[in-house]
């Protein structure tokens, strides 16, 4: 585990800590708002991250403390992420089809009907829902996870889960989009 909690900590072992997390905080952002974004966005989580060193009191807590920035950094850039929600909403799927590939074609529309539907569910939750749904579904954190992250109570994280889900599965028609292919929920 990598220690960082004051200001005089070593710049070696934040390296460390940046070469541990840097690739889970690119995805988690890279899947919230685009590739070009998670670059950006990454590096600033780390940049915030070394200069609010002394503000982690928690050593256990250094993954959730690193998402709970990213998910600020992302707060910061909403604008763009409801453009981008709102834009994959109109699209639909414009899929080529290709010579007697039927199955493939009738799966990628299908995949891109529920990814519009999702998209919209998305961008019609609020941005508090929004959040936790996406920290446990892009980031796989977990209840506790999420509560150090965002700063708010385990209690809060599952019934602003809850609702998302209702949310999403509603606008799915009924389908979860939070279960993987065994069935099981997150």
Known sequence: MVVIT???APTDRFTDLFD???GEIYRYVAGRLSASHADDLAAETFLVAFRDR???NDAGHVRAWLYGIATN?????RRDEERRYRALGRAGSHAAPAEN???RVISRVAAGVVQCELAEALRRLKPADRDVLLLVAL???GYAEVAVALGIPEGTVASRLNRARKAARAALGGADPTRDISGATR
């Open 54 to 56: 002394a503000k982690l």
């Open 73 to 77: 950094l992302i707060r910061r850039h």
């Open 20 to 22: 541990k997390y840097h």
């Open 139 to 141: 980031a796989d954190l």
């Open 6 to 8: 004051t200001r005089d």
């Open 101 to 103: 590939d039927h199955e």
